[in-house]
Structures are given as structure tokens and as C-alpha cells.
């Protein structure tokens, strides 16, 4: 699976940008599990999940974006949005893509991550 981001850049404190992110195929979920996401990583930090939207457009958000972004996906496209709002300097980072596919081995179920190159998103006045 590749993924293809874009939409990054520098913005100012309450203003806005909207993330794409492009996969190579559709990424099916099974039983709730697998999908597609976006991370952020500072430096000296862990990746840290944002958002993620399953293929039956379930979505999980960190408490910290909560009622400011929104994950949403074009499944004819293969292709997933993070609209961010409301963006704070701590909210800046490099934002990695994220496809979690998950296939059958035998009863049990394997996941395979797969990330983009990652987009820089830089909150500053």
C-alpha cells in the first residue's frame, strides 16, 4: 500500500487546513478492526494517533482534537481527509497518513500498518 499526503503548511493560531491523503487501494476493515488514519510526531515524542475512520466510516478521535477536527473519507478515491479547525501551536507537527490493513491468517486476524512520508503542520502567529 502506498500513500500519497498533502495539504500541510504553516497557518496562524484558530485558522484552518485540511489534510488528504491518497492509498494506492481500498482499505476493507474487518470486524471494526483496520482502516485508515493520521498520526503526529514532535521531535523527542511518540507518534500519537489524531483521528482514524474504518471503512464503514466509524471514527475515533484523540480527546485533544476532539470538536476541532474531523476524519472523513472518499472510499470511490481511496482517499482520507483530516479538516482541522480551530489549530493550535500545540497541534503543530509532522502529521503521518496511516492505512492499517488487516487480513485473515488462518482464525486469526493480522494487522499490517502502513504510513505516508508524513506532512508538516506548523501552528504560528
Known amino acids: 500500500v502506498q500513500l500519497v499526503e498533502s495539504g500541510g503548511g504553516l497557518v496562524q493560531p484558530g485558522g484552518s487546513l485540511r489534510l488528504s491523503c491518497e492509498a494506492s487501494?481500498?482499505?476493507?476493515?474487518?470486524?471494526?478492526?483496520?482502516?485508515m488514519g493520521w498520526y503526529r510526531q514532535t521531535p523527542g515524542k511518540q507518534r500519537e494517533l489524531v483521528a482514524s475512520i474504518t471503512s464503514g466510516s466509524s471514527t475515533n478521535y484523540a480527546d485533544s482534537v476532539k470538536g476541532r477536527f474531523t476524519i472523513s473519507s472518499d472510499t470511490g478515491k481511496n482517499t482520507v481527509f483530516l479538516q482541522m479547525n480551530s489549530l493550535k501551536p500545540e497541534d503543530t507537527a509532522v502529521y503521518y497518513c496511516n492505512a492499517a490493513v488487516i487480513e485473515r491468517v488462518g482464525v486469526a486476524l493480522r494487522r499490517a500498518d502502513y504510513w505516508g512520508r508524513g506532512t508538516q503542520v506548523t501552528v504560528s502567529s
Open positions: 487501494e481500498r482499505i476493507v476493515s474487518i470486524n471494526g478492526m483496520g482502516g
